[in-house]
Structure formats: structure tokens, C-alpha cells
């Protein structure tokens, strides 16, 4: 399986991104779908997600209501639409997977590949 995000660049304060994720060697109709960040010196964190069907989007408080996660199911790709991007959202940006288990945990396969980076001047 590869997961391949891009997209990333380099904006202003205020400006917007769409980052896509394109995926190949499988299908992920009953994972979760995500994307995380990863800032310099710091861990990596989910950011966004939903479930394959569309349903259950979830944002992490500091991007709510700027960042949209979306699916296109007949391309097994999402996105990341990123407006009003703040120096603070600098990062590199991946995407993956999320396999529920039982117990309402995830397992999250070694699918990051290089991420693609955003870097936002103020």
C-alpha cells in the first residue's frame, strides 16, 4: 500500500491549500481516513479525519472551522482543504489510515510516506 500526499507549498498568513491524497494497492471502505501534521520538534498529530462512507468528520480544536476533510470514492483519494492558514499550521502534512478495532481504539498502519509540506508566512 501507498499513500502519496501533496499539494503543500508555501502561502501567507490568510491564504489556503488543498492537499490531496492519493492512494494505491488497496481500498479502504471500512477504515478511517486522516491527516496529520507534524511541526519541527514536535509530535505528530491528527488534524482531520472521517470514515470512508463520508460520515464521522472529525477536526482537531485548532484547525476547526478553517479545515475541511473530503473523499472522492471513486479515485480512493481525499483532501484537505486549508483556508485561513496561520503561521502555526507550518508543518508537514500526511495522510493515512485508521483501523478500528474493538474497544473503540484505532490501529494506524506504517503507510506515511514523505507527507508534503506547508509553510505559512506571516
Known amino acids: 500500500v501507498q499513500l502519496q500526499a501533496s499539494g503543500g507549498g508555501s502561502v501567507q498568513a490568510g491564504g489556503s491549500l488543498k492537499l490531496s491524497c492519493t492512494a494505491s494497492g488497496s481500498t479502504f471502505g471500512g477504515y478511517d481516513l486522516g491527516w496529520y501534521r507534524q511541526a519541527p520538534g514536535q509530535e505528530r498529530e491528527l488534524v482531520a479525519s472521517m470514515r470512508a462512507s463520508g460520515s464521522n468528520l472529525k477536526y482537531a480544536d485548532s484547525v476547526q472551522g478553517r479545515f475541511t476533510i473530503s473523499r472522492d470514492v471513486t479515485k480512493t483519494a481525499w483532501y484537505l482543504l486549508m483556508n485561513n492558514l496561520q503561521p502555526e499550521d507550518t508543518a508537514r502534512y500526511y495522510c493515512?489510515?485508521?483501523?478500528?478495532?474493538?474497544?473503540?481504539?484505532?490501529?494506524?498502519?506504517?503507510?506515511w510516506g514523505q507527507g508534503t509540506l506547508v509553510t505559512v508566512s506571516s
Open positions: 493515512n489510515v485508521q483501523i478500528p478495532l474493538s474497544g473503540g481504539r484505532y490501529y494506524i498502519p506504517d503507510y
